[in-house]
């Protein structure tokens, strides 16, 4: 009983990963579920699921429809679990640059289980460009970026350049939604950012969660 609660109380890992995309890649079991840590900071489950509860439900309360959804920067999946509760039609694309994450998604946190999703392993900003110069281009109700190398968003999701081709790939009322970091030097970061989002998209929205904060931006 006393190395049950042990378990229970006190997290461990699991298994770990080496890639040569992320580092050090952790499962580990806290309070009986796992989490995903890359460089320190928790990529999945927990509290992740919840924020992106509120994502969906503030879109669900819109009244928009949501048929086709892309999601940059899978993860683990945890915005899936939501998409497929509130949108049980919807038909999802994950796009995860990092196979090993992909592989721990699958083992670990039940991403096999969810229904219509197609993955691609590749690099989400070289995947965005490519729906844009296809001539019968699939449109996108939802785009849902989340794309992090440990604490840092890569550059390329947060230029101008990649703002205008998220329009060309959205419908006429389709809205994009970013998870940005909101703590510390996060913040500043966070404001510049919506700065430069407010030049491309008609109405920029946030809700603020624990540590995060959630950009929607409406075209």
């Given at each position: 009983?006393?190395?049950?609660?042990?378990?229970?109380?006190?997290?461990?890992?699991?298994?770990?990963?080496?890639?040569?995309?992320?580092g050090l890649i952790e499962v580990i079991m806290t309070f009986n579920q796992p989490r995903l840590i890359i460089d320190g900071i928790v990529q999945s489950g927990g509290l992740l699921r919840k924020i992106w509860?509120?994502?969906?439900?503030?879109?669900?309360?819109?009244?928009?429809?949501?048929?086709?959804?892309?999601?940059?920067?899978?993860?683990?999946?945890?915005?899936?679990?939501?998409?497929?509760?509130?949108?049980?039609?919807?038909?999802?694309?994950?796009?995860?640059?990092?196979?090993?994450?992909?592989?721990?998604?699958?083992?670990?946190?039940?991403?096999?289980?969810?229904?219509?999703?197609?993955?691609?392993?590749?690099?989400?900003?070289?995947?965005?460009?490519?729906?844009?110069?296809?001539?019968?281009?699939?449109?996108?109700?939802?785009?849902?970026?989340?794309?992090?190398?440990?604490?840092?968003?890569?550059?390329?999701?947060?230029?101008?350049?990649?703002?205008?081709?998220?329009?060309?790939?959205?419908?006429?009322?389709?809205?994009?939604?970013?998870?940005?970091?909101?703590?510390?030097?996060?913040?500043?970061?966070?404001?510049?950012?919506?700065?430069?989002?407010?030049?491309?998209?008609?109405?920029?929205?946030?809700?603020?969660?624990?540590?995060?904060?959630?950009?929607?931006?409406?075209?």
């Amino acid at each position: 009983m006393r190395q049950w609660l042990k378990n229970f109380l006190i997290p461990y890992p699991i298994k770990q990963y080496r890639s040569p995309i992320n580092g050090l890649i952790e499962v580990i079991m806290t309070f009986n579920q796992p989490r995903l840590i890359i460089d320190g900071i928790v990529q999945s489950g927990g509290l992740l699921r919840k924020i992106w509860e509120k994502a969906i439900k503030i879109i669900k309360k819109t009244d928009h429809k949501i048929n086709q959804v892309l999601i940059i920067g899978l993860g683990c999946g945890d915005c899936t679990f939501q998409v497929q509760k509130f949108f049980p039609d919807a038909q999802m694309t994950g796009v995860e640059i990092d196979a090993k994450v992909v592989e721990a998604a699958e083992c670990y946190f039940n991403l096999a289980t969810v229904k219509n999703l197609k993955i691609a392993v590749e690099e989400g900003g070289k995947f965005v460009e490519k729906l844009t110069l296809r001539k019968n281009k699939t449109k996108f109700d939802l785009v849902i970026i989340d794309a992090y190398l440990g604490k840092i968003m890569p550059r390329q999701f947060r230029t101008k350049k990649f703002f205008i081709n998220l329009t060309k790939i959205l419908t006429h009322n389709g809205v994009v939604v970013y998870n940005h970091l909101f703590f510390g030097e996060h913040k500043q970061k966070a404001k510049y950012f919506i700065k430069e989002m407010e030049k491309v998209f008609g109405r920029i929205t946030l809700a603020r969660t624990a540590s995060n904060l959630l950009i929607f931006g409406w075209f």
